[in-house]
């Protein structure tokens, strides 16, 4: 389904769709665990890979409802395995700032600022994530309105909820507004019911899923980078 305009927002989620999020998050984890060896030795040689896993296990299975809420999972996990292992479970404040902190250093995509600056004179533009990257401190938040997240929200992509949030910020109709994203369930088909407009960034550096029943572009259009994108909505005329 083709892009239909006037647009007058553009709601953009920002994991691998802005930044590569894999090598950030394992920057991040390498951060904390130093932090974990030098105050909680012994967190440090239990916080395996596996361990963090099974503990997240636990966790999502007592509190279904916490889900959505990266932080509060990743706080919690950190006050567990402090407890397991002996170590004072009131340094998990600290460990998680320590990871968070770590989590904004990201790495934008080449193309992020030039179009961020453009549509941002054209757009109001709105972050949707269900992660906890915080674009005032990767330093995005001049280009933005606002920042709609799932642990602020209370629920997550694909919930309608999300979407509307965004477009209240906004101060747009879900129809003049067009949601950008890597994932073709939690942005395109979740946008798209929400009654937003969608377009799938599919990153060449990334693997992505293939979509059911007609491809994606049954559902919107594809582009591979946001130069891309942004020469889709604003062709230039034959004559420059």
Same mark, same amino acid.
């Given at each position: 389904?083709?892009?239909?305009? $006037?647009?007058?927002?553009?709601?953009?989620?920002?994991? !691998?769709?802005?930044?590569?999020?894999?090598?950030?998050?394992?920057?991040?984890?390498?951060?904390?665990?130093?932090?974990?060896?030098?105050?909680?030795?012994?967190? *440090?040689?239990?916080?395996?890979?596996?361990?963090?896993?099974?503990?997240?296990?636990?966790?999502?299975? =007592?509190?279904? =409802? %916490?889900?959505?809420?990266?932080?509060?999972? %990743?706080? =919690?996990?950190? #006050?567990?395995?402090?407890?397991?292992?002996?170590?004072?479970? !009131?340094?998990?404040?600290?460990?998680?700032?320590?990871?968070?902190?770590?989590?904004?250093?990201?790495?934008?995509?080449?193309?992020?600022?030039?179009?961020?600056? #453009?549509?941002?004179?054209?757009?109001?533009?709105?972050?949707?994530?269900?992660?906890?990257?915080?674009?005032?401190?990767?330093?995005?938040?001049?280009?933005?309105?606002?920042?709609?997240?799932?642990?602020?929200?209370?629920? *997550?992509?694909?919930? $309608?909820?999300?979407?509307?949030?965004?477009?209240?910020?906004?101060?747009?109709?879900?129809?003049?507004?067009?949601?950008?994203?890597?994932?073709?369930?939690?942005?395109?088909?979740?946008?798209?019911?929400?009654?937003?407009?969608?377009?799938?960034?599919?990153?060449?550096?990334?693997?992505?899923?293939?979509?059911?029943?007609?491809?994606?572009?049954?559902?919107?259009?594809?582009? !591979?980078?946001?130069?891309?994108?942004?020469?889709?909505?604003?062709?230039?005329?034959?004559?420059?």
């Amino acid at each position: 389904m083709p892009i239909v305009h $006037p647009l007058e927002a553009i709601t953009l989620d920002l994991d !691998d769709t802005l930044w590569p999020v894999l090598p950030t998050l394992v920057a991040a984890e390498a951060t904390l665990a130093q932090w974990l060896r030098a105050r909680a030795p012994a967190t *440090a040689t239990a916080f395996t890979p596996q361990a963090r896993l099974a503990l997240r296990r636990q966790l999502l299975a =007592e509190s279904p =409802e %916490r889900a959505h809420d990266m932080s509060w999972l %990743r706080r =919690e996990l950190l #006050r567990r395995a402090l407890i397991q292992a002996g170590d004072p479970p !009131d340094l998990a404040d600290a460990a998680f700032e320590v990871f968070l902190a770590a989590r904004q250093q990201v790495t934008l995509y080449p193309d992020v600022l030039p179009v961020l600056q #453009r549509w941002s004179q054209r757009y109001r533009l709105v972050a949707v994530t269900n992660g906890n990257a915080d674009i005032d401190a990767i330093g995005l938040g001049p280009y933005f309105t606002g920042c709609v997240s799932a642990h602020d929200i209370g629920c *997550a992509k694909p919930d $309608p909820r999300m979407f509307h949030a965004a477009c209240a910020l906004a101060g747009t109709d879900p129809a003049a507004t067009l949601h950008v994203g890597d994932d073709f369930q939690l942005d395109v088909r979740a946008a798209r019911a929400a009654g937003l407009q969608a377009a799938w960034l599919r990153r060449p550096d990334l693997k992505h899923e293939t979509p059911p029943d007609g491809g994606a572009h049954a559902d919107a259009p594809a582009f !591979d980078s946001l130069h891309a994108m942004d020469a889709h909505l604003h062709p230039r005329s034959p004559l420059g």
